[in-house]
């Protein structure tokens, strides 16, 4: 026997074992299986009286692991020989494993491991090996001497003293979600049986639904276009978005950046064009394949907008058969046509909701009909108090009310004559005397900024508010998918040592590109003028950023802001310099641009984007209405005096 050591600490392997995910951990031994040619695998719990896992058993008929190579198997993190191979070696098919880390998802099923493996050896004879592995020393393993035996090729790996997490294996829908990460390779390979306590996994026996759609790719170079697959389940699996060989084998799993209310599911894009990119799958969002990405997420909303409409037809052909439907005439006018719109999505997704009665349901249906003619803003709270909804359909319901479009208009034309009337009062608080030299810049105009981030643009969403570099350094590399070394990132200084606080941090990603912009706004109180020191403190934390080895990436651009009422004149001029953009005082290599603005100019920008509904919209805010708006959002941080009215404001002091 020999025993094979991991160069990599035990904290770390553990990490990568997710013991507190079983269930991924019987999928990558069965992916390990099939990544071995095997046509059959099974999987078994051994179960006690009090229905806990004594233990775990996968079995498999693959081409097992000689003992020639068993040191290599595992001895080694990452480096696995299926990084290289496209393919199985017999079979041809897509492998599945690349990392050279499964084997310690096995600890996920118990904390004694043990992997009986028979193989071919290089002299022909058939051998048997058996590798040993414990939780409480997961770098080491032992590897028995091999026998030769007469039996056939294939591995049992066998799991015992349970791990804490591995009684979800014994619940109801473990066996469906494995159908659900199996269903495509099992569609592609209709020879592979993979049995869950005697019961064969079998996709089309547990799905509800189940379609495909090409997906036209012009960069699909020689290889076939890709293939959605959208598989519908009766109960929550777990949505996923599996890019996949065109055999079927998962190679990255991001999000399916979707909303199918009410539809549970998984969706396979299949297309032989990711095996050549799987290194850099992880980061498919920001990579040239993002767009067909986007392709297959369209597709995937068109698949479910017409499974809504074909539900939401036969359902209402019930209510018209029924008597009950409170419309009677095809709608003659644009509106009604909205309206109609609005009350059959509504209707039908609180359907299960409604009274059994006939006469009862026809009432209830004619109250909803009259609410959303007369008020649809108020419909949500009657239909709560009407039907006391679950949380989740809440939440559902809260949806259909956003994207609909009667209400779409209602909440646009309300959201611009808030914006209208925010600009109003931000005039007051930055450029009324009395108001702007006691406005406080952090306890006051930055609170009420940093719910405010679209006056900066509306493409920005807000990163981080009034935190350290620190923090602008970790939201930075989870905004790029990347991991700190160690874990841990090196504290970001400034020049002079000190730590930096950044007001507010905004990120917004390029359309069209995968690349990304990054905007930190210095804010200074309005009596504050932008002079040379308050360029020194922008510039010094564009400098920590642009020095520190942790930040750079091709992909990220950086604007730093000092903002306030009026500016110095010595800055005025590095300003309007004539070959910079108006405001731009310094261009650094890197992508890298220092600005100074005043309220003026940003206000300014604002109302010119919002001009068009200014006009429609007729909307030319008053002093109340800016009052009222600040008192209405943000009554908790604006200064006394504003709120106040007119009549008491205090008088301004005389000098």
């Known amino acids: 026997m020999r025993t094979v050591h991991i160069e990599a600490k035990p904290d770390h392997l553990l990490r990568l074992a997710k013991q507190k995910d079983p269930v991924g951990a019987v999928a990558e031994m069965i992916w390990n299986a099939l990544d071995a040619e095997a046509c059959v695998v099974n999987v078994d719990l051994e179960v006690n009286e009090l229905d806990g896992v004594e233990s775990v058993r996968i079995t498999d008929d693959g081409h097992g692991m000689p003992n020639a190579s068993c040191t290599s198997y595992f001895s080694g993190l990452g480096g696995s020989w299926k990084t290289h191979a496209k393919v199985s070696p017999e079979l041809k098919r897509g ?183 799987r290194d850099d799958l992880p980061l498919a969002e920001m990579d040239e394949i993002a767009p067909l990405l986007a392709l297959a997420r369209e597709a995937l909303r068109t698949h479910f907008k017409k499974r809504d409409q074909e539900r939401r037809v036969r359902l209402i052909q019930d209510w018209k058969n029924e008597g009950v439907y409170p419309y009677s005439e095809k709608p003659a006018e644009p509106a009604q046509a909205v309206e109609r719109e609005m009350f059959d999505e509504v209707a039908t997704r609180i359907s299960r909701r409604l009274p059994g009665l006939t006469q009862s349901k026809k009432t209830t249906l004619r109250l909803l009909r009259e609410i959303i003619a007369r008020d649809p803003g108020g419909l949500y709270p009657v239909l709560d108090e009407l039907f ?120 917004r990603a390029h359309r069209g590109s995968h690349g990304r912009e990054h905007l930190v706004v210095e804010l200074k109180a309005p009596s504050v003028r932008i002079g040379q020191t308050e360029v020194a403190q922008i510039k010094s934390y564009a400098e920590a950023i642009v020095s520190d080895p942790q930040f750079p990436d091709a992909r990220v651009s950086w604007n730093f802001w000092v903002v306030s009422t009026e500016m110095a004149d010595i800055v005025k001029r590095d300003a309007n310099a004539p070959n910079r953009p108006p405001g731009c005082i310094a261009e650094w290599e890197g992508g890298v641009r220092i600005w100074a603005r005043t309220w003026s100019e940003i ?24 009052v009222e708006y600040l008192r209405r959002v943000h009554g908790g941080v604006v200064p006394d005096a504003i709120l106040a009215d007119e009549s008491t404001a205090p008088e301004p002091s005389v000098v």
Not at 408 to 415: D, L, M, S
Not at 463 to 473: E, H, N, R, T
Not at 618 to 625: K, L, V
Request: hydrophobic fraction near 40%.
């Open 95 to 277: 492998l599945h494993g690349r990392s050279g880390q499964g084997r310690l998802r096995a600890f996920a099923l118990g904390e004694q491991v043990r992997w009986v493996t028979v193989a071919k050896a290089a002299d022909g004879r058939t051998e048997r090996t058996v590798i040993s592995g414990a939780v409480d020393r997961p770098a080491d393993f032992d590897i028995s001497e091999p026998e030769h035996v007469h039996e056939p090729c294939g591995t049992r790996v066998e799991a015992s003293v349970p791990a804490d997490f591995v009684t979800r294996l014994t619940q109801d829908d473990i066996a469906q979600q494995l159908a659900s990460i199996f269903a495509p390779f099992l569609a592609a390979n209709p020879d592979v049986r993979i049995a869950y306590q005697g019961m064969a996994l079998d996709p089309s026996t547990v799905w509800t639904d189940m379609a495909e759609y090409p997906v036209s790719w012009p960069d699909a170079d020689i290889t076939a276009d890709p293939v959605l697959r959208v598989i519908e389940w009766p109960k929550d699996v777990g949505r996923v978005l599996a890019l996949c060989d065109a055999s079927g084998v998962v190679l990255d799993e991001p999000s399916p950046g979707i909303q199918a209310p009410g539809y549970h599911f998984t969706a396979y894009l299949l297309w032989d064009g990711f095996v050549e990119r």
């Open 388 to 507: 006391r909804l679950p949380l989740s359909e809440q939440e559902e319901l809260k949806r259909i009310l956003q994207r609909t479009s009667l209400s779409e208009v209602i909440k646009a034309t309300g959201q611009v004559s808030d914006r209208l009337d925010f600009l109003a009062a931000l005039k007051k608080l930055v450029f009324e005397p009395e108001i702007s030299r006691i406005v406080k810049e952090r306890s006051e105009l930055h609170k009420i900024l940093e719910r405010e981030t679209w006056i900066f643009g509306d493409a920005y969403a807000l990163m981080i508010s009034d935190q350290s570099l620190d923090a602008v350094l970790v939201r930075h590399l989870k905004q790029l998918g990347r991991e700190p070394e160690n874990g841990k990132v090196n504290p970001v200084r400034r020049e002079d040592g000190r730590v930096g606080i950044v007001d507010l941090l905004l990120g």
């Open 603 to 626: 206000i300014d920008d604002c109302e010119d984007r919002l001009h068009f509904y200014r006009e429609r919209l007729n909307h030319d805010p008053a002093t109340e209405h800016a």
